[in-house]
């Protein structure tokens, strides 16, 4: 028999369905989502469920003992459907916290923040987890995204310092991954690279630092974070800062340095018989960042070694050349 049941409130999503897949492993899992699963498993089962109800997650979230929010209206859908954004992200993750903190064999919930919170932009020194929210200093495509998940971390944290139960918060890099959302800066150019297409990144933002992080990493975290909140092992603080932890690989990856890293990996997994090139296309938009720029930060990410006892990232090269050569050997069968 397995153990304890945990609630993923979105978990028909990417981030969502790699936690229910890798967690129903040791834990009995339970999908709550307006949408079915892309890939049902018969070990998981499946609620669907409207966030806006309170009354309907209430119900749906009455049988487990730990909530996993991993809900968000994303990029495009967010700038189409602002009113649905509002709706889902600020109102729906409302209704979830509340549930967590009435429904008493509840224990605690752990949140899915991103890094995007920090802006993209002039990042400079240290970023711990108090470096601060910059709505602006994004991409005007993601400026909602970023608030919202501003919006979300904001009522997690309030209620973490006003109920008994524990909120927790992990902040994911962007995640590299097998399955990983189409439109995301990896898959696009694996896709094309793996094509035999050339890989081309836009002048204005070639040099923009991102963060990564493995979905294996995410799921690792995930699962003894939510070990900890079960057994009892989070204190409760008085600052819910405590609990919120940055989870990314500490070194920032440019985007043009993610295209070459991909090329490369595609011609070595290959042997040399694809040799996907690095295109950079100008569309002569303002240049917003520098190949410096990415010398000017680092993460902080002494949480993940202290608070979930993580000793070791993986690197995002070696995740990008473990996805890659998963797309080759399912082409070869």
């Known amino acids: 028999m397995r153990g304890p049941k945990v609630g993923i409130v979105g978990g028909s999503g990417y981030i969502g369905s790699a936690l229910a897949d890798y967690l129903s492993r040791e834990f009995t899992v339970k999908i ?10 018969n070990d998981v089962e499946y609620q669907q469920c409207n966030i806006l109800d309170y009354n309907e997650i209430k119900k749906a979230l009455n049988d ?3 909530v996993i929010h991993a809900a968000i209206v994303q990029i495009p859908q967010i700038n189409e459907q602002k009113k649905l954004g509002y709706e889902v992200n600020f109102l729906g993750i409302q209704n979830v916290c509340r549930v967590v903190d009435e429904t008493p064999p509840i224990k605690g919930m752990i949140f899915t923040g991103t890094w995007h919170v920090f802006g993209e932009r002039e990042l400079n020194g240290t970023i711990d987890e108090a470096f601060g929210f910059r709505p602006d200093k994004v991409e005007e495509r993601a400026r909602l995204y970023a608030l919202s998940k501003i919006a979300q971390e904001v009522i997690v944290r309030y209620f973490d310092e006003m109920s ?16 990983m959302p189409e439109k995301t800066a990896a898959n696009i150019f694996i896709s094309k690279g793996l094509a035999g297409e050339s890989l081309t990144p836009f002048k204005h933002s070639m040099h923009r630092p991102m963060l990564y992080v493995d979905i294996n990493d995410v799921c690792k975290a995930f699962r003894i974070y939510a070990m900890k909140i079960l057994n009892g092992e989070i204190r409760k603080e008085e600052n819910s800062l405590a609990h919120v932890v940055n989870l990314c690989w500490p070194k920032p990856i440019t985007i043009i340095e993610l295209a070459y890293i991909i090329c490369d990996a595609i011609i070595k997994l290959t042997e040399g018989k694809i040799k996907p090139r690095v295109e950079i296309v100008d569309r002569g938009q303002t240049i917003l960042f520098e190949a410096a720029d990415k010398q000017k930060l680092e993460v902080d990410i002494g949480k993940v070694y202290h608070l979930l006892g993580i000793r070791k990232l993986k690197d995002p090269q070696k995740s990008v050349e473990r996805i890659i050569g998963k797309v080759l050997q399912k082409h070869r069968n």
């Open 32 to 41: 709550i989502d307006k949408n079915p699963p892309r890939y049902p498993k």
């Open 164 to 179: 008994e139960k524990t909120y927790g918060l992990i902040r994911m890099g962007t995640v590299l991954g097998e399955g």
């Open 64 to 66: 487990v003992e730990l």
